[in-house]
């Protein structure tokens, strides 16, 4: 049964409603976790507009930020006691999609886990579905954990400069 799950992490609610699941299965399973967070490329063009007053490199604060919520959620896993590893991609070949069932692939995972908005419509055709992706081209069974209708009503426009795309 499921010991090695894969986790996207991403800071948005539905990413951490994902890896509260993952976290209870892989305690229930007595499974590990491997956390992955993806820099891509709309985060670099986000990272532009939201640093774009800051001296430095926007490029290091992504990676910065994407390690403090593999950091994060790692201890949520832990507290529960549930194993777990990080991995970070920083690069920007490759849709957030395709970096996910790959590592789900390499690694390899018994099943993928992740929060999805559940968007429909127009918001989905707008900003994509990630999770779709994920569901269609998974080498391994997908949990797609779904944000509650509140959250699933937020404006398109609404976005926290985290450094990565929330999985719609």
Same mark, same amino acid.
Do not use: C, N
């Given at each position: 049964?499921?010991?090695?799950?894969?986790?996207?992490?991403?800071?948005?609610?539905?990413?951490?409603?994902?890896?509260?699941?993952?976290?209870?299965?892989?305690?229930?399973? =007595?499974?590990?976790?491997?956390?992955?967070?993806?820099?891509?490329? !709309?985060?670099?063009?986000?990272?532009?507009?939201?640093?774009?007053? %800051?001296?430095?490199?926007?490029?290091?604060?992504?990676?910065?930020?994407?390690?403090?919520?593999l950091a =994060?959620?790692?201890?949520?896993?832990?507290a529960a006691?549930?194993?777990?590893?990080t991995v970070?991609?920083?690069?920007?070949?490759? =849709?957030?999609?395709? !970096?996910?069932?790959?590592?789900?692939?390499?690694?390899?995972?018994?099943?993928?886990?992740?929060?999805? %908005?559940?968007?429909?419509?127009?918001?989905?055709?707008?900003?994509?579905?990630?999770?779709? %992706?994920?569901?269609? %081209?998974?080498?391994?069974?997908?949990?797609?954990?779904?944000?509650?209708?509140?959250?699933?009503?937020?404006?398109?426009?609404?976005? =926290?400069?985290?450094?990565?795309?929330?999985?719609?």
């Open positions: 049964m499921y010991q090695r799950i894969l986790v996207p992490v991403d800071g948005s609610a539905t990413a951490q409603r994902g890896l509260e699941e993952a976290t209870r299965l892989g305690k229930l399973t =007595q499974g590990r976790l491997r956390l992955i967070h993806v820099i891509d490329e !709309l985060s670099f063009a986000l990272a532009m507009d939201a640093y774009a007053g %800051h001296a430095g490199d926007w490029l290091s604060l992504l990676r910065v930020d994407g390690e403090r919520l =994060q959620a790692k201890a949520v896993a832990e006691g549930v194993e777990a590893d970070l991609y920083d690069r920007r070949s490759g =849709q957030v999609d395709e !970096l996910v069932t790959a590592e789900a692939a390499r690694w390899p995972a018994d099943l993928i886990v992740l929060g999805t %908005h559940g968007r429909r419509g127009v918001g989905r055709v707008l900003m994509g579905s990630s999770a779709e %992706h994920i569901l269609r %081209h998974a080498p391994v069974p997908v949990l797609l954990v779904r944000a509650p209708e509140s959250e699933t009503r937020e404006p398109l426009h609404v976005r =926290q400069p985290t450094g990565a795309l929330a999985f719609e």
